[in-house]
């Protein structure tokens, strides 16, 4: 079975320049970025591995909603100048990269699910929750910092609601994370009391009769609030890719070339 390392590269490289006490120095981080890739290969022995990173187009998302993502601190310019350098030199250590046109995410979740399709495994290296969202138990997810998985047990114990409703959830709670904004009025505590009584949000909203009328007035002017975090929040699976997993098998003495499309 092919086994697909799919690190995040911008999650793991932003989590290890935060480290430095100050932000224009960049030296020695390229080092450290392959130790830490080396790390994971020896760890998890996948056949495949790539690092994907974000691109610079608007994200579909803003474009769907101009706050997404609102207020986040943009990148140290250092590390944005080194970030050509850093892929050249893991490019040399034998770890090929993915350049997104926006979002690592959505290439990072049709990887893997494309991977899996086809009778694969793949692993996400992130630290990013919203990879919970796909549940085919060959998808895992390793948090490099904790040294640990991050399951979907957790998940729903952390959310206090079932794997199928983390989408319903996100769109009534919001995530501020992200300033997805959910349906305002509905924080996770009345999320949470909604699904575990009507399961859904489409079930919520046929039912507006049946919950009680100050949180059906809430969440009618909602409505469209409760729409567009539901899109927002959802993971693409099947965004053109065109890469060949060929190039990203790692390097052993009987490695044939797989000349699979993905």
Aim: hydrophobic share 40%; aromatic share 6%.
């Amino acid at each position: 079975m092919n086994t697909f390392l799919i690190i995040d590269g911008m999650n793991l490289v932003r989590r290890m320049h935060a480290a430095q006490p100050n932000e224009n120095d960049v030296n020695g981080l390229d080092a450290r970025v392959g130790s830490a890739c080396k790390k994971l290969v020896k760890y998890h022995q996948p056949t495949h591995v790539a690092v994907v990173w974000d691109g610079d187009d608007i994200s579909w998302r803003k474009h769907l909603f101009e706050d997404y993502k609102k207020g986040r601190k943009p990148m140290p310019q250092a590390l944005s100048n080194t970030l050509p350098a850093l892929k050249s030199y893991l490019a040399a250590q034998g770890f090929n990269s993915i350049d997104a046109a926006s979002e690592a995410d959505d290439v990072i979740a049709t990887l893997a699910s494309k991977l899996v399709s086809n009778g694969g495994k793949a692993i996400i290296v992130s630290t990013d929750k919203g990879f919970t969202q796909l549940s085919d138990p060959n998808i895992q997810r390793w948090d490099h910092f904790n040294q640990d998985y991050m399951t979907i047990e957790e998940r729903e114990k952390k959310l206090g609601v079932e794997h199928s409703q983390f989408i319903d959830y996100l769109a009534l709670a919001g995530d501020s994370g992200n300033k997805i904004p959910g349906v305002p009025g509905i924080g996770p505590k009345s999320a949470i009391e909604l699904l575990r009584t009507f399961r859904s949000l489409a079930n919520i909203y046929a039912s507006l009769d049946k919950v009680g009328a100050k949180q059906a007035k809430k969440l009618e002017a909602g409505k469209q609030m409760a729409r567009l975090s539901y899109k927002l929040v959802q993971l693409q699976t099947d965004i053109p890719l065109n890469v060949n997993l060929s190039q990203f098998r790692l390097p052993t003495p009987d490695a044939k070339p797989s000349p699979r499309q993905m």
